[in-house]
């Protein structure tokens, strides 16, 4: 890749925020998918999480580019979401209505946090609202008392980016030194990339002038992967 394009994604790389996500749970309507996704990307968060039986629900053609950019990662349940979250240290937060929800701008999203987004038609499942640590909602004073969820996405995760620049933590490079090799090879050699994530071919690292520095060996497994596609 040219030098302008690797500073450009390694600066892009320094914003993000590897402690925030979002997890949509059962989330199927390709538009709202792309519209969570376009978000995510717009507040720096570097990975998005699903609880899907469909495994193409964050499929490419959905959200016009963010995929490009923010890395999505599949769980089978909502138990192994959540165990993931609090093995990273996470608190976990859930969107819905009732009793002993607060309201959204009252959390402190400074900290690692975790979003889940239930589903469009029945919201959060009750396993969910049982394993979050905090439920949250949107006041709302209209006769509706629920947003399309890829709007109520935005809301929250633009107070958390809000929160999170007045205390720096967008000065802080966040992302592992491998983390950041694989957005700087996925940014800068799209087609490679998604070439070795089909044969399952190791990524190479990048130098500080944006080559790929691989041996014969990587190469010649590139090559023959090309061939026999």
Not at 21 to 35: D, F, G, I, R, Y
Not at 158 to 185: D, K, M
Request: with cysteine; proline share 3%.
């Amino acid at each position: 890749m040219s030098a302008e394009r690797y500073q450009r994604i390694s600066t892009f790389a320094d914003l993000r925020q590897a402690d925030l996500t979002v997890c949509l749970e059962q989330v199927h309507k390709p538009h709202n998918v792309s519209a969570v996704l376009r978000s995510c990307d717009a507040v720096g968060i570097h990975t998005v999480h699903a609880v899907a039986t469909d495994e193409n629900v964050m499929r490419k053609d959905t959200a016009m580019g963010a995929e490009d950019w923010v890395f999505t990662q599949r769980h089978g349940s909502i138990q192994a979401a959540v165990e993931h979250f609090h093995q990273q240290k996470m608190q976990v937060l859930v969107t819905h209505l009732d009793d002993e929800a607060v309201d959204f701008r009252e959390i402190d999203y400074t900290l690692p946090t975790a979003i889940i987004l239930g589903q469009e038609k029945f919201g959060a499942t009750p396993e969910a609202l049982a394993l979050a640590d905090k439920k949250i909602i949107i006041p709302m004073v209209g006769m509706v008392q629920s947003l399309n969820v890829s709007v109520a996405a935005a809301l929250v995760l633009y107070e958390a980016q809000r929160q999170r620049q007045q205390a720096g933590l967008y000065q802080r490079n966040q992302l592992s030194f491998e983390q950041r090799q694989i957005l700087l090879f996925k940014g800068g050699f799209p087609r490679l990339y998604a070439l070795c994530e089909k044969k399952g071919i190791g990524h190479p690292p990048i130098d500080e002038s944006g080559k790929i520095v691989a041996g014969p060996e990587w190469w010649q497994q590139l090559q023959f992967s090309e061939k026999h596609k």
